[in-house]
C-alpha cells in the first residue's frame, strides 16, 4: 500500500513539473516550431518578397570549370573595391541569380555580414542586404538565438533540453498503470476537458519520437561545448583545424575556376556548394563541398582548401574520414 501510495505521489509530482515546464515553455517551443517551419522554405520566401532576384535565364548553372565564378568577383571588386573581406558564392545548382556573402576581417559566423545576388552572367548587382536587416535573416536570427546574439544562441540550447524534459515527464505521466488499450483511447462522449486531454495526450505520442529528434539535435547544435563533452567518453574529441594560410600574404590571386578544379580533383565524386575566395593577406581558397552519402545539401561537410597564390591544395577535408563525434555532429 505504501509503495502504491508512494507511486501516485511520484506521478502527481511528475504532472506537475510537466504542466509547469509547458507553461514556462510553451511560448519559446511555439515560437522556434513556427520560424524553423518558415525556414524550411527561406529561400523560396524570400524570393517571392524580392522578386528583383528571381530572374529567368537559358544559361546553365555555372559549375566547376565555368568563367561566371570569376567575372562576379571583378564585378564585386569594382562595385566595392575597399571591401578587402571574403566573398562566398553559394552553388545552388539551378538557373538564376548567383547568391553571394560578404564576410568582413575577422568577423565571426553570426556578426553581421552583406547579402549580395548578381545576375546570372556575373556581371550585374541585382540586389544588396545586410543580415539581419531583412525578414528571412531576421526570422534565422530569431530561431537561432532569439536575436539575443550569443547568449540567446545558448538559451535555445538549453530550451531544447527543457523540451526533452517535458517529453519526458509527459510520457512518465501518460505511461498507462491499467490496460493500454485504454490508454489510447479518446473520449468521443466526454466533457470538453476530457476531450481535449485526450487530444493533447494522442499528439503528444504521436509525435514524441519526432519532437525528441528535434530537441536533442537543436540543443545538440546550439550547446556544442557541452554537447563535446557529453560524447567524448564514448566518441573521442573532435579536434578544430583552423583554415590554413596560403603560402604569402602578397601577389597576383590565381582565378577561382582554377581552384575549383583543384578541389574537384581532389575529391571528383562531390558536388560543389560554396566556394569562398579571400581578401588580400594569407587566406585560401574554401570550396565547401556535398559527397554523395552527405545528406547536408545546403551546407555539406567536405572540404577543400587552395592556396589563393600558386593554385596547391594546402588541405581536405573529407566527411567519410570524420572522426566519430564528428560525424555524430554533422
Same mark, same amino acid.
Given at each position: 500500500?505504501?509503495?502504491?501510495?508512494?507511486?501516485?505521489?511520484?506521478?502527481?509530482?511528475?504532472?506537475?513539473?510537466?504542466?509547469?515546464?509547458?507553461?514556462?515553455?510553451?511560448?519559446?517551443?511555439?515560437?522556434?516550431?513556427?520560424?524553423?517551419?518558415?525556414?524550411? +522554405?527561406?529561400?523560396?520566401?524570400?524570393?517571392?518578397?524580392?522578386?528583383?532576384?528571381? #530572374?529567368?535565364?537559358?544559361?546553365?548553372?555555372? !559549375?566547376?570549370?565555368?568563367?561566371?565564378?570569376?567575372?562576379?568577383?571583378?564585378?564585386?571588386?569594382?562595385?566595392?573595391?575597399?571591401?578587402?573581406?571574403?566573398?562566398?558564392?553559394?552553388?545552388?545548382?539551378?538557373?538564376?541569380?548567383?547568391? #553571394?556573402?560578404?564576410?568582413?576581417?575577422?568577423?565571426?559566423?553570426?556578426?553581421?555580414?552583406?547579402? #549580395?545576388? %548578381?545576375?546570372?552572367?556575373?556581371?550585374?548587382?541585382?540586389?544588396?542586404?545586410?543580415?539581419?536587416?531583412?525578414?528571412?535573416?531576421?526570422?534565422?536570427? %530569431?530561431?537561432?538565438?532569439?536575436?539575443?546574439?550569443?547568449?540567446?544562441?545558448?538559451?535555445?540550447?538549453?530550451?531544447?533540453?527543457?523540451? #526533452? +524534459?517535458?517529453?519526458?515527464?509527459?510520457?512518465?505521466?501518460?505511461?498507462?498503470?491499467?490496460?493500454?488499450?485504454?490508454?489510447?483511447?479518446?473520449?468521443?462522449?466526454?466533457?470538453?476537458?476530457?476531450?481535449?486531454?485526450?487530444?493533447?495526450?494522442?499528439?503528444?505520442?504521436?509525435?514524441?519520437?519526432?519532437?525528441?529528434?528535434?530537441?536533442?539535435?537543436?540543443?545538440?547544435?546550439?550547446?556544442?561545448?557541452?554537447?563535446?563533452?557529453?560524447?567524448?567518453?564514448?566518441?573521442?574529441?573532435?579536434?578544430?583545424?583552423?583554415?590554413?594560410?596560403?603560402?604569402?600574404?602578397? !601577389?597576383?590571386?590565381?582565378?577561382?575556376?582554377?581552384?575549383?578544379?583543384?578541389?574537384?580533383?581532389?575529391?571528383?565524386?562531390?558536388?560543389?556548394?560554396?566556394?569562398?575566395?579571400?581578401?588580400?593577406?594569407?587566406?585560401?581558397?574554401?570550396?565547401?563541398?556535398?559527397?554523395?552519402?552527405?545528406?547536408?545539401?545546403?551546407?555539406?561537410?567536405?572540404?577543400?582548401?587552395?592556396?589563393?597564390?600558386?593554385?596547391?591544395?594546402?588541405?581536405?577535408?573529407?566527411?567519410?574520414?570524420?572522426?566519430?563525434?564528428?560525424?555524430?555532429?554533422?
Amino acid at each position: 500500500m505504501a509503495m502504491r501510495i508512494s507511486g501516485s505521489t511520484m506521478r502527481r509530482n511528475v504532472r506537475k513539473v510537466h504542466l509547469w515546464l509547458g507553461l514556462t515553455l510553451g511560448g519559446f517551443f511555439a515560437l522556434l516550431g513556427l520560424t524553423g517551419s518558415a525556414l524550411v +522554405f527561406y529561400q523560396a520566401i524570400d524570393g517571392c518578397l524580392h522578386p528583383e532576384i528571381r #530572374v529567368e535565364t537559358s544559361q546553365p548553372a555555372p !559549375g566547376w570549370n565555368s568563367p561566371v565564378w570569376d567575372r562576379a568577383l571583378a564585378t564585386l571588386h569594382v562595385r566595392w573595391p575597399d571591401r578587402k573581406g571574403n566573398w562566398r558564392f553559394e552553388v545552388t545548382g539551378e538557373p538564376g541569380a548567383l547568391p #553571394v556573402r560578404y564576410q568582413p576581417p575577422h568577423a565571426g559566423h553570426h556578426d553581421r555580414r552583406v547579402m #549580395v545576388w %548578381l545576375s546570372p552572367d556575373g556581371r550585374t548587382i541585382l540586389r544588396e542586404a545586410v543580415w539581419g536587416e531583412y525578414l528571412m535573416t531576421f526570422i534565422y536570427d %530569431l530561431h537561432m538565438q532569439l536575436a539575443l546574439g550569443e547568449t540567446g544562441h545558448a538559451a535555445v540550447g538549453w530550451i531544447g533540453v527543457g523540451l #526533452v +524534459f517535458l517529453l519526458a515527464t509527459g510520457l512518465w505521466a501518460w505511461w498507462p498503470r491499467g490496460t493500454w488499450r485504454k490508454a489510447f483511447r479518446y473520449k468521443h462522449e466526454g466533457s470538453l476537458s476530457r476531450r481535449l486531454r485526450d487530444i493533447h495526450k494522442l499528439a503528444g505520442l504521436g509525435g514524441l519520437a519526432l519532437l525528441l529528434m528535434l530537441a536533442i539535435t537543436g540543443a545538440m547544435l546550439a550547446l556544442p561545448g557541452q554537447t563535446g563533452a557529453v560524447m567524448a567518453p564514448i566518441l573521442g574529441t573532435a579536434k578544430a583545424e583552423p583554415a590554413p594560410h596560403s603560402s604569402g600574404r602578397t !601577389g597576383r590571386q590565381v582565378p577561382i575556376r582554377q581552384a575549383l578544379i583543384a578541389a574537384h580533383a581532389e575529391l571528383p565524386d562531390a558536388r560543389i556548394a560554396w566556394v569562398e575566395a579571400p581578401g588580400p593577406g594569407d587566406g585560401a581558397f574554401m570550396v565547401r563541398m556535398q559527397q554523395p552519402d552527405d545528406p547536408s545539401f545546403r551546407f555539406p561537410h567536405s572540404f577543400v582548401f587552395v592556396d589563393q597564390y600558386d593554385g596547391q591544395v594546402l588541405r581536405v577535408d573529407d566527411s567519410r574520414q570524420a572522426e566519430p563525434a564528428v560525424l555524430v555532429t554533422n
